[in-house]
């Protein structure tokens, strides 16, 4: 029995999870949430027990100095309450962690624990994928669910994705077996700009959490942080003509899709286009789904490609570090 002491009676909860690490593109879902814990000042109520889940081999506990006293950080999943007031006041718990390295049922079955002793209505799990998307162009962010009644209620997306998983489609499969609303929300990332932080990818997650939850969320200096990322990629991205030209044809290839008429074919033609005026190619080899990175990794997109296109040298962000990021990965 989970016993919640202090923790008030809560308001139509929804509860935020996010999770760092494979699910976390550019760390752009951790950063979501977050933000939320930060602009509604969340006091953390509940942490798991970092023994049974984390690997500290893999993630290891960081030392650092409290007043001159050794003080040493383990690696876990911490839960947090906001209280949102205004004309429709609503109550979040912020869920936030790395994703476990081990005994992820245990895990799961924790998390719905406190979902089903703080009333929990809604699950809300956010993650970040690699994709062929372009900088220049709004981030696209899907909302699937594994619930048919909850995908035509909230116009959702009924998850169809087959393949590897990690925390985020275990979490939402475990909230559905135990009749927990559930749903997932991906931001895409930018594969040749993968490096975290992305703020435009947090900011679109957020703002599609509004939609969601029909909840206004104080963005702050987002925004603004957002159109700066995005110039120093415009930047970056016009040194060189490889990547400038590579850009252009994700922008292309995204524009047609959008249009009314635009088809899977019309698409390909696309790509193909643009490997003819590279290096003469054949027309891409098209793989359905997403693709892992490896940390350390010097060029990591340039393989496991979803599209099988050969890809420009990655841009840098000025004063990147260039030993690689958190392991990422992607689901639809």
């Known amino acids: 029995m989970i016993e919640l002491e202090g923790v008030p009676e809560l308001v139509d909860p929804v509860m935020v999870a996010a999770f760092e690490g494979w699910n976390d593109a550019g760390d752009a879902a951790s ?81 719905l624990g406190f979902a089903h002793e703080l009333g929990v209505e809604l699950v809300v799990i956010m993650g970040a994928l690699l994709g062929d998307t372009p900088h220049t162009r709004p981030v696209p962010v899907s909302g699937v669910t594994s619930d048919a009644d909850l ?90 003509s490889e990547v400038a030209e ?10 047609t899709a959008e249009l009314p008429e635009a088809s899977g074919d019309a698409i390909a033609r696309e790509f193909e286009r643009y490997l003819r005026r590279r290096d003469g190619g054949g027309p891409a080899a098209g793989q359905a789904g997403g693709h892992a990175t490896e940390s350390g990794d010097p060029a990591p997109f340039l393989r496991d490609n979803p599209s099988g296109r050969p890809r420009p040298p990655k841009p840098q962000r000025p004063g990147a570090d260039d030993e690689g990021s958190a392991e990422d990965s992607s689901e639809d």
């Open 31 to 111: 950063t979501a949430v977050a933000h939320l814990d930060r602009e509604w000042k969340g006091e953390v109520f509940a942490a798991l027990d970092a023994e049974d889940y984390y690997d500290f081999q893999v993630n290891r506990p960081t030392v650092w100095l409290d007043g001159g006293v050794r003080k040493i950080t383990w690696p876990t999943t911490r839960l947090s309450v906001v209280r949102v007031g205004g004309e429709k006041p609503r109550d979040l718990v912020l869920v936030r962690g790395i994703e476990p390295s081990m005994r992820w049922r245990s895990f799961c079955n924790e998390i």
């Open 151 to 240: 995908a035509r209620t909230m116009d959702l997306e009924e998850t169809k994705y087959e393949g590897p998983t990690g925390i985020v489609g275990i979490l939402q499969e475990a909230c559905t077996h135990a009749g927990v609303p559930a749903v997932s929300l991906w931001a895409a990332v930018p594969h040749y700009v993968s490096q975290p932080p992305n703020p435009k990818a947090t900011l679109a997650l957020l703002n599609r959490l509004e939609d969601l939850i029909d909840m206004r969320i104080p963005l702050g200096e987002l925004p603004e942080d957002a159109r700066a990322w995005q110039l120093g990629v415009d930047q970056l991205a016009a040194e060189d």
């Open 246 to 255: 590579y850009v252009q044809s994700l922008e292309e290839a995204r524009d």
